[in-house]
């Protein structure tokens, strides 16, 4: 049997990050969100600020190379780097991978779930919650006003979405793209990761 794996895709402000420790810590398999991949990136010789472009800009290599081109006024074909955001997505694709091989975990978004389509113990979780919910919470965990926490919550939504659309060609948030969708709200963190390590063991058993 292949190695059981979770994605945990998320709304910001859904608590999506506490729930894949908390399911982490039920279920006894390592979660990796994106600062244990960039982690692992650096093996590769990719420095850590490169990944920060990656979810605000992506795009492809020509595309890429055509505006570095126009803008250094350069042969496009001459100008590609190497470290543009398609090589950084293959290479957090390959670790991802490479992850997956070598034992259960859990991973928080970075598009894993269509990385890993072809596994055949995989699961797909999408949580997701109200606006109010969302923007009072990252209102309390970061402290910012009821304004800056509704526009950092309609930006890294924004951000996310579009990062994930262009790279799978699938909609972010599309309900048929994950095996079970869930809302913290009103049941609380904790309840939500029991609930998904109950599902998790289902599947399993």
């Not at 800009?57 to 100008?79: M, N, Q």
């Not at 109200?130 to 930006?155: C, P, Q, W």
């Not at 909609?171 to 609380?188: C, F, H, Q, R, S």
Request: glycine share 6%; hydrophobic share 35%; net charge negative.
């Amino acid at each position: 049997m292949e190695n059981n794996v979770i994605v945990i895709s998320r709304q910001v402000g859904s608590g999506g990050d506490e729930i894949a420790r908390k399911l982490s810590e039920l279920i006894n398999i390592p979660v990796y969100d994106k600062q244990k991949i960039v982690d692992l990136a650096k093996e590769s010789g990719i420095s850590e600020n490169l990944f920060d472009g990656l979810e605000e800009h992506p795009t492809s290599s020509l595309l890429y190379s055509l505006v570095i081109g126009l803008k250094s006024g350069s042969d496009a074909s001459c100008i590609a780097s190497p470290f543009h955001t398609d090589n950084v997505f293959g290479v957090q694709a390959n670790i991802i991978r490479r992850l997956a091989d070598n034992g259960s975990c859990i991973f928080l978004g970075r598009c894993a779930d269509y990385i890993l389509r072809e596994h055949n113990n995989l699961t797909n979780i999408y949580i997701w919650a109200s606006d109010d919910f969302r923007v009072n919470r990252v209102m309390n965990k970061i402290g910012l006003t009821h304004t800056e926490a509704v526009d950092y919550v309609s930006r890294i939504d924004k951000r996310r979405r579009s990062y994930y659309d262009f790279y799978t060609s699938k909609a972010w948030g599309d309900v048929e793209n994950y095996d079970l969708t869930i809302n913290p709200e009103k049941i609380g963190i904790d309840n939500t990761a029991k609930i998904i390590a109950e599902y998790v063991n289902s599947k399993i058993g």
